[in-house]
């Protein structure tokens, strides 16, 4: 089929689902639901309480047809550390990845094709408290779940304008901003609207408690890059090192504002962000803005410029694509669906 270039709730065939009950402390078998569409009571926790978790995950198609996810474990381990901070049971590394493995192989025809660049199918695995209750406890019964949809780079591949959120705080210390929760993602939606419509196309966080270290974007971890003057090649790559936000397995000392200065080239990244350069980040209170990427350097042959950008996409991007050995095991090959798994067509 031909890769559609914007995502339709309609495309892929289906989704995964698996309940738990802690009557008697056991997830469901897998089954494979041909609807998109989840049927949940009105007083679920997930809906009055925010009692929900999620994940970003990503697969590939190798030159062979064969279809891979990337880091399957790590977002295993990710997704139960958000679970655990929402009062929501652990599953077990075993039955998230059969699930995750069973949503991709059945919609497996939508992966884009191989060697398309920024096309990738997004995996979202979800889980919320879904039985009724109006009392602050934390559910008797969990629905979990896992939707794919082929999609292009979250950002696109050009280089972004960042402004620093001076009027919100993402996470604190001893909060719940290192989980992927709803409650830390919809309070930025009216922020990250605003600064589109000042021109800006992501947010960047700064500690709550200092406003003078950096955290990460709003959609997408930070990375900055340092080298010595006049030899791109010899680069340092820093991280942010906080427990106040997700850990990014895409990107793992401190950031100060100031900094900004010293990198030659800053970084977001993420699952569906994929590695994008910025372009600028601004601060409106200090009335400073620092840029990476000249107005003149928007080109895909300026690999002077974005030498760390074009060197850490290249060389993922062909792991990703089976071009190059996984020396890191990142990538699982999928298997054929489970011939036991069962069919579910909806309601």
């Known amino acids: ?23 008697t402390g056991a ?60 009062s929501i049971p652990q599953i077990p590394t075993s039955h998230f990845i059969r699930a995750v493995h069973l949503a991709v192989a059945r919609n497996g025809e939508f992966v884009p094709p191989h060697g398309k660049k920024g096309a990738l199918m997004y995996i979202r695995p979800v889980i919320f ?14 629905t979990f779940c896992v939707y794919t949809q082929p999609i292009n780079a979250y950002h696109g591949l050009n280089p972004l304008d960042a402004l620093i959120l001076e009027d919100y705080d993402r996470c604190a210390p001893r909060g719940t901003g290192a989980a992927k929760i709803g409650g830390n993602y919809a309070p930025i939606m009216r922020w990250t609207e605003s600064g589109k419509k000042s021109g800006f196309q992501t947010i960047l966080h700064l500690d709550s408690k200092t406003n003078s270290y950096i955290e990460e974007f709003s959609s997408s971890g930070f990375l900055g890059v340092q080298s010595d003057r006049g030899k791109p090649e010899t680069l340092k790559i820093v991280v942010p090192d906080s427990t106040n936000f997700v850990p990014s397995i895409t990107s793992d000392s401190c950031i100060a504002y100031d900094e900004m200065p010293s990198f030659r080239e800053v970084l977001a990244v993420g699952t569906a962000a994929t ?3 910025i372009r600028s980040i601004t601060s409106l209170s200090r009335q400073q803005r620092f840029t990476y990427v000249e107005e003149d350097q928007h080109k895909e042959s ?3 410029n974005h030498y760390a950008a074009n060197k850490l996409t290249d060389t993922l991007w062909r792991i990703q694509q089976g071009l190059e050995d996984d020396v890191f095991g990142w990538c699982d090959k999928v298997q054929e669906p489970n011939s036991d798994a069962s069919i579910f067509s909806g309601p």
């Open 27 to 86: 997830w469901s078998d897998l089954k494979f639901v041909e609807d998109p569409f989840l049927r949940v009571h009105g007083l679920a926790p997930a809906l009055n309480y925010g009692q929900q978790a999620f994940e970003g995950m990503k697969a590939f198609r190798f030159p062979d047809g064969s279809i891979a996810i990337f880091r399957t474990k790590d977002h295993a381990e990710r997704f139960n550390r958000s679970s655990s901070v929402v």
């Open 1 to 23: 089929m031909v890769f559609a270039p914007l995502p339709r709730a309609d495309l892929v065939h289906g989704h995964v689902e698996s309940s738990f009950s802690t009557e």
């Open 129 to 142: 408290g879904s039985s009724a209750g109006l009392s602050l406890n934390p559910a008797k019964e969990y």
């Open 275 to 277: 590695i994008v350069a």
């Open 302 to 304: 300026s690999v002077t």
